[in-house]
């Protein structure tokens, strides 16, 4: 089963792109469901959720829907005497649960979190704290690109992200693997210009992905369905809506 979404889906600058000007705030996932079935909860990253807040967003979706949700950042950046944090995450998931719309946790770690000992023993911290909730984790230094460490995360029951960003140094390759039952992909776009210097956080993203580049996928996709129950491919490319077109993209390259 694959799912294809788009990282986030409320943004002031997908209005007229995207959502009609005349559309109200609260019902801009409403908009969204009509056409996707899944999305990432990226605004969890930046602050704890709570149940009532994701039981209101989960209202406005259909059955069958799905949401996978990043990390707080107190679990992933902020690594020490956060015990508290995780409590807190796992409880504000319950909402997702009891209706089924929760595809995954997403945890992505800076690139900072390098290939070392005590980094591979938080990761199996992470699981242990997470209990059997299906979690996927983001790795952005290439360091961790090995047999050893998909072996670790396929023990540990934690999803390898795969990732489409530039092509530089010290980032991950687009490689897929399956180290879970869940398979994840996410389209950072290639704008290797301003990856690293830019004076907004949004210009990282700006990039509208050609058809010959998501080509490139079509086959790596496939062979992540072979071997996944479930896969999640999410656009990140989000400023003013180029991640709906690569997601529309995908899909009518995956179907053809």
């Not at 945890?107 to 911290?125: C, G, I, M, T, V």
């Amino acid at each position: 089963m694959i799912r294809i979404g788009t990282s986030g889906y409320s943004y002031d600058d997908w209005v007229g792109p995207y959502y009609p000007e005349t559309l109200a705030k609260s019902e801009r996932l409403g908009f969204y469901a009509r056409e996707f079935d899944t999305t990432e909860l990226n605004f969890s990253y930046y602050r704890q959720p709570n149940p009532w807040m994701l039981e209101r967003i989960a209202a406005k979706v259909p059955p069958g829907f799905l949401f996978t949700i990043k990390a707080f950042r107190g679990l992933t950046h902020e690594r020490e005497d956060n015990e508290g944090e995780f409590k807190a995450f796992v409880a504000a998931l319950k909402p997702l649960l009891d209706q089924d719309k929760l595809g995954c946790i997403l945890a992505q770690f800076p690139y900072s979190f390098h290939a070392k000992p005590e980094n591979r023993d938080y990761l199996k911290l992470l699981r242990d704290r997470l209990g059997d909730l299906p979690a996927v984790v983001e790795l952005r230094n290439r360091a961790w690109i090995s047999p050893e460490t998909f072996e670790y995360l396929q023990g540990n029951r934690l999803g390898f992200c795969c990732v489409d960003e530039p092509r530089l140094k010290g980032l991950l390759p687009p490689i897929v693997e399956v180290t879970a039952p869940v398979a994840y992909v996410r389209f950072h776009g290639r704008n290797a210009a301003k990856w690293w210097r830019h004076d907004e956080p949004w210009e990282r993203y700006d990039y509208t992905y050609s058809q010959a580049e998501l080509e490139e996928w079509v086959a790596k996709v496939q062979k992540l369905e072979d071997r996944a129950e479930r896969t999640f491919l999410f656009a990140n490319n989000h400023w003013q809506g180029q991640a709906v077109g690569t997601a529309r993209q995908l899909k009518m390259l995956l179907e053809q």
